[in-house]
């Protein structure tokens, strides 16, 4: 299995939507490792998209990113949206180890690049979501340039076989065979009675199953 490359295709699929309403601000939606990413922080993330109507082409709006409920986005979506976070979170835990740093090359190419990806979409990202994605991506650059791509591929599916990963039930299901965060069925809940305790390090989550590096995550 090869993980996917960052940033997820901005398409939707007509599933069950995810409610942007009385979420908990400070509840875990994803957690790796002893990293985790707040449900207010993950909610920004998808506003980031959400809210950017000029990454879509003439006759597309952000409308296809909705879900099914009212204020809210569709499961696809959000699960890509997670997937990738957990990538770069691997990645972040990757760059450490190695003892890497950033320099303004790296930097550099990674703007270029989410710049002609995204078009004129990526300066109407706010300023301090644009900033972080570029960090991410030099991030995950400086590895493949350190490790070379397949060895980067091993060492990011090392990390997800060694590392605790959990998405909070609301969100999906983090499927460690796949590399892929699987959306939940039907609706989802408008409380975060099923959030990662914040309090609770994932500790009684059983660490998931080491990927099989046979496969294609696509």
């Not at 875990?28 to 109507?53: F, H, K, M, Q």
């Not at 998405?167 to 699987?182: I, N, T």
């Not at 009675?193 to 099989?212: C, L, N, S, W, Y």
């Amino acid at each position: 299995m090869r993980p996917r490359r960052f940033v997820p295709v901005i398409a939707a699929v007509a599933v069950a939507g995810l409610a942007t309403l009385g979420c908990a601000e400070q509840s875990a939606a994803v957690r790796v490792g002893d990293r985790t990413v707040s449900e207010s922080d993950l909610i920004s993330e998808l506003d980031a998209y959400g809210d950017n109507e000029a990454l879509f082409a003439s006759g597309a709006s952000a409308d296809s990113l909705r879900g099914d409920l009212s204020d809210s986005y569709d499961q696809q979506f959000v699960a890509e949206i997670i997937q990738q976070r957990i990538v770069f979170l691997l990645a972040e835990g990757l760059f450490e180890d190695e003892g890497l740093e950033l320099d303004d090359g790296a930097r550099s190419q990674a703007e270029q690049t989410l710049a002609s990806q995204f078009g004129g979409g990526f300066d109407d990202f706010p300023e301090e979501y644009r900033d972080a994605f570029v960090e991410d991506v030099a991030r995950y650059y400086a590895l493949v340039d350190e490790m070379g791509a397949d060895g980067f591929d091993e060492a990011l599916l090392e990390a997800a076989g060694r590392e605790t990963i959990v998405v909070s039930s609301r969100f999906g299901e983090w499927d460690a065979q796949q590399f892929a965060v699987v959306s939940p069925a039907g609706s989802t809940p408008r409380t975060d009675d099923t959030a990662i305790p914040t309090e609770d390090p994932a500790a009684d989550v059983e660490a998931p199953a080491e990927p099989d590096a046979s496969g294609d995550a696509g």
